[in-house]
Nanobody
Framework: QVQLVESGGGLVQAGNSLRLSCAAS????????MGWFRQAPGKEREFVAT????????YYADSVKGRFTISRDNAKSTLFLQMSYLKPEDTAVYYC??????????????????WGQGTQVTVSS
């Protein structure tokens, strides 16, 4: 079984940056696509970014393109999300996810089999 634990969330002012981390344990995910999703109060969980197994391919939601960067360190079984120029509308609980079936970038929630518990990001105006 895979465990994913997010960290790095917090309260920041608009325009500032945060870096989220997601530590994986249980088994290697070096062959798995991984991604970040977020869920704001009263809204559905939405796709943010995804990265392929080797870290070379990435894909972003339009709302974060140019501001967020996803990366991974397979040697340390860790996924990252560097968030810059944060906006109040980025406020949400951020979840990392891993796929047991896909190796390359995939933005669909149903493609992911393992989920973390989430970390809160709050951006004040």
């Amino acid at each position: 079984q895979v465990q994913l634990v997010e960290s790095g969330g917090g309260l920041v002012q608009a325009g500032n940056s945060l870096r989220l981390s997601c530590a994986a344990s249980g088994r290697t995910l070096s062959s798995s696509a991984m991604g970040w999703f977020r869920q704001a109060p009263g809204k559905e969980r939405e796709f943010v970014a995804t990265i392929g197994w080797n870290g070379r391919d990435t894909y972003y939601a339009d709302s974060v393109k140019g501001r967020f960067t996803i990366s991974r360190d397979n040697a340390k079984s860790t996924l990252f999300l560097q968030m810059s120029y944060l906006k109040p509308e980025d406020t949400a609980v951020y979840y990392c996810a891993a796929s047991n079936r896909y190796r390359n970038v995939v933005q669909y929630r149903a493609a992911y089999d393992f989920w973390g518990q989430g970390t809160q990001v709050t951006v004040s105006s």
